[in-house]
T-cell receptor, first 115, second 111 residues
Framework: AQTVTQSQPEMSVQEAETVTLSCTYDTSESNYYLFWYKQPPSRQMILVIRQEAYKQQNATENRFSVNFQKAAKSFSLKISDSQLGDTAMYFCAFTSGGGADGLTFGKGTHLIIQP | DAGVTQSPTHLIKTRGQQVTLRCSPKSGHDTVSWYQQALGQGPQFIFQYYEEEERQRGNFPDRFSGHQFPNYSSELNVNALLLGDSALYLC??????????FGPGTRLTVL
């Protein structure tokens, strides 16, 4: 069974700083997908970024980028120039299917951006 | 284009009762997945429906059942409610082999 571990329950940074959220996973699969989802107080789960395991290049979406270390089974999220609107729960998620199978989530990291 | 919608927003039930939650997928999506998110936890996968069939199931008892209709909308049914079933229930839709889009969730409270 796959597991996803987020070891930082809460993080707090100042606005405009860069912050990195950690995620490790365990799987015996060779083909899989990794995701970071953001859940603000409104509860709406929003996809931030995705990474296909077969791609060596790290995914980037504007201020969000990942550091994908396949051998170490590590998938961290870096948020540059953090903004107040980035305050939310962030969940790392994994699926071994085609990307639309059931997701396995970590317990989340509560990120607080201070003004 | 409407995203994923869920109803109701909130629901209060008592132990032993049955509940039905509803989900309408994003336009063009044919796959619906359901998740349970307990307070302070990450979502847990319940099951996924595709072509009106349960395609995948997580580690949930048979008290949790579902259905998908020809228009791809879906229902989640929970029988014999327990206090531990209190949670946020999230629906996500997708086109096969693509990313999942989540709805706003239904908050279920079991007293």
């Amino acid at each position: 069974a796959q597991t996803v571990t987020q070891s930082q329950p809460e993080m707090s940074v100042q606005e405009a700083e860069t912050v990195t959220l950690s995620c490790t996973y365990d799987t015996s699969e060779s083909n899989y997908y990794l995701f970071w989802y953001k859940q603000p107080p409104s509860r709406q789960m929003i996809l931030v970024i995705r990474q296909e395991a077969y791609k060596q290049q790290n995914a980037t979406e504007n201020r969000f980028s990942v550091n994908f270390q396949k051998a170490a089974k590590s998938f961290s999220l870096k948020i540059s120039d953090s903004q107040l609107g980035d305050t939310a729960m962030y969940f790392c998620a994994f699926t071994s299917g085609g990307g639309a199978d059931g997701l396995t989530f970590g317990k989340g990291t509560h990120l607080i951006i201070q003004p | 284009d409407a995203g994923v919608t869920q109803s109701p927003t909130h629901l209060i039930k008592t132990r032993g009762q049955q509940v039905t939650l509803r989900c309408s997928p994003k336009s063009g999506h044919d796959t619906v997945s359901w998740y349970q998110q307990a307070l302070g936890q990450g979502p847990q996968f319940i099951f996924q429906y595709y072509e009106e069939e349960e395609r995948q199931r997580g580690n949930f008892p048979d008290r949790f059942s579902g259905h998908q209709f020809p228009n791809y909308s879906s229902e989640l049914n929970v029988n014999a409610l327990l206090l531990g079933d209190s949670a946020l229930y999230l629906c996500a839709s997708s086109v096969t082999y693509n990313e999942q889009f989540f709805g706003p969730g239904t908050r279920l409270t079991v007293l």
